[in-house]
């Protein structure tokens, strides 16, 4: 099989994949016009009409799913290959884009970053960080980092880690307004609210007690994580969030934790990747770098 047929076979499976030769151009790094010659030369190797063209979405026909499946095959034994090789420790290069949180991938992951650069020379970052969803097609995304459970058809996703979640204020903010002892009390305060969370006009905890909903108002609300972050610290009222958001803060007592007895749930930290037909080595070795460096963490592990 010609380099070329297996170009034109990768081109066609994430077409099918992602419905669209738009976002696969975006993802490839390729001309619209370019995939659809792709797609054509394809159509013109095999003698058939593989894809089915609408205004909305492209879809396979039922030879087109039958070489779809053909090439799924083949490209899962070319990924395991390559995994096997890097298992073996095969130079890895290449850019690697990631995207996380703006708070998780300053206080997270950058101070993880040199580790892995220079476990791996051959690998360049090219980080974006943001509290927005990202489209990890549209922006050419190799690999996101999460917090709570994605299902995303189409993609990997893998656990990584989990992050508890605890309910703080700045020491002077207690101080002033006093500690609930029950998380009813907070009804009493003005809370931080992040609008990234789903869970703005109550928090759920867990308890001795059984499950508890608690209603919640604050004058503040705010998109971005950062911005909560420091409106805790300049005991502007008190917020639920990672406990990781607080790491240092928590230790020297300026930040306090409080209702330890209620627990928020959990959040996983997941790592989300395109099909993994397209999966390069140095995404499986940073997915694999961040597990293993979180497998410890007691605020992430």
Not at 7 to 34: D, K, M, N
Not at 89 to 116: C, M, N, Q, W, Y
Not at 192 to 212: D, K
């Amino acid at each position: 099989m010609s380099n070329g047929l297996l170009e034109q076979l990768r081109v066609f499976a994430r077409v099918v994949e992602t419905g669209s030769f738009t976002r696969t151009a975006a993802e490839l790094g390729l001309t619209q016009p370019s995939i659809s010659r792709q797609i054509a030369a394809l159509e013109d190797h095999y003698q058939a009409r593989l894809l089915e063209r609408s205004t909305r979405r492209v879809r396979p026909t039922e030879d087109g799913q039958m070489v779809y499946g053909h090439a799924q095959r083949l490209f899962d034994a070319a990924a395991d290959v390559e995994a096997s090789l890097v298992a073996r420790g095969r130079d890895i290069r290449g850019k690697l884009r990631v995207t996380a949180s703006v708070v998780f991938g300053r206080l997270e992951l950058l101070p993880r970053l040199g580790r892995l650069m220079d476990r791996y020379p051959g690998i360049d970052i090219d980080l974006a960080l943001t509290d927005r969803f990202v489209d990890l097609v549209e922006d050419g995304i190799d690999i996101a980092i999460r917090i709570g459970a994605v299902e995303q058809a189409g993609f990997i996703v893998r656990n990584i880690g989990h992050t508890r979640r605890i309910v703080v204020a700045h020491r002077d903010y207690w101080q002033r307004e006093g500690l609930p002892q029950h998380p009813s009390d907070l009804s009493d305060h003005q809370c931080l609210i992040f609008t990234g969370l789903h869970e703005q006009g109550s928090w759920a905890f867990e308890s001795a007690e059984g499950a508890l909903a608690v209603p919640i108002h604050g004058r503040l609300t705010m998109s971005t994580s950062d911005a909560l972050r420091e409106a805790v610290l300049l005991g502007m009222g008190p917020s639920i969030t990672p406990s990781w958001f607080f790491r240092d803060e928590l230790a020297t007592g300026e930040v306090v934790e409080v209702l330890a007895d209620y627990q928020a749930a959990p959040r996983r930290v997941q790592a989300v990747m395109p099909s993994k037909r397209l999966l390069a080595p140095r995404v499986r070795v940073f997915s694999d770098f961040l597990a293993d460096e979180l497998r410890g963490d007691p605020h992430l592990g």
